[in-house]
């Protein structure tokens, strides 16, 4: 596609389901970040995947929060037994992998659990 | 570690008034350094970008930012601000050995008619 999508655009969920966000990146960028932004606040880095090499999971605040990606293409981010401080938008973004390169950001899944 | 930081939450300016929005970085090697905007229910947008060469760089929308090396800084600069200006902006960087890119914290701009 043009973009990066996510989907679902919006779930609402309750607490202690589990949830799974989506994102499919630019064709050709091996690089793809999640990130989550609570309200009126800053952006939060999660997890980062480029190519083939392991994943930098630094980001991830609990084991109930793991993400995937097969080789450079679509993204799921799990939530497990959502909390309600889990409420957020989560943000996606792709690049083609160099450092010196912009990201560009999907539209979000803003997550409720209520 | 690298880090951003954008020392101010919220700023307010008015309308054809000018805008400097700060931002510091913390990194060993030389930095790659980016602003994006966030306008309401919108997606990130890139402004600008830093690599290498001119320090004086030049956006979209008018915007301009200034790397500065001594101070650790890439002010972003506006001279006349327009209502359609007000968004979030953050800074963020990366290195060439640090390819995740890091965010500072964001910068609420309020317009004023």
């Known amino acids: 596609g043009a973009g990066v999508s996510q989907s679902p655009s919006n779930k609402v969920t309750e607490k202690g389901k589990d949830v799974e966000l989506r994102c499919d990146p630019i064709s050709g960028h091996t690089a793809l970040y999640w990130y989550r932004q609570r309200l009126g606040q800053g952006l939060e880095f999660l997890i980062y995947f480029q190519g083939n090499s392991a994943p930098d999971k630094s980001g991830l605040p609990s084991d109930r929060f793991s993400a995937e990606r097969t080789g450079e293409s679509v993204s799921t981010l799990t939530i497990q037994r959502t909390q309600q401080e889990d409420s957020a938008v989560y943000l996606c973004a792709s690049s083609i992998g160099v450092a010196n390169t912009e990201a560009f950001f999907g539209q979000g899944t803003r997550l409720t659990v209520v | 570690a690298q880090s951003v930081t954008q020392p101010d939450i919220h700023i307010t300016v008015s309308e054809g008034a000018s805008l400097e929005l700060r931002c510091n970085y913390s990194y060993g090697a030389t930095p790659y350094l980016f602003w994006y905007v966030q306008s309401p229910g919108q997606g990130l947008q890139l402004l600008l970008k830093y690599f290498s060469g001119d320090t004086l760089v030049q956006g979209i929308k008018g915007f301009e930012a200034e790397f500065k090396r001594s101070q650790s800084s890439f002010n972003l600069r506006k001279p006349s601000v327009h209502w359609s200006d007000a968004a979030e902006y953050f800074c963020?960087?990366?290195?060439?050995?640090?390819?995740?890119?890091?965010f500072g914290s964001g910068t609420q701009l309020t317009v004023l008619p």
């Open positions: 963020a960087c990366s290195s060439g050995s640090a390819r995740q890119l890091t």
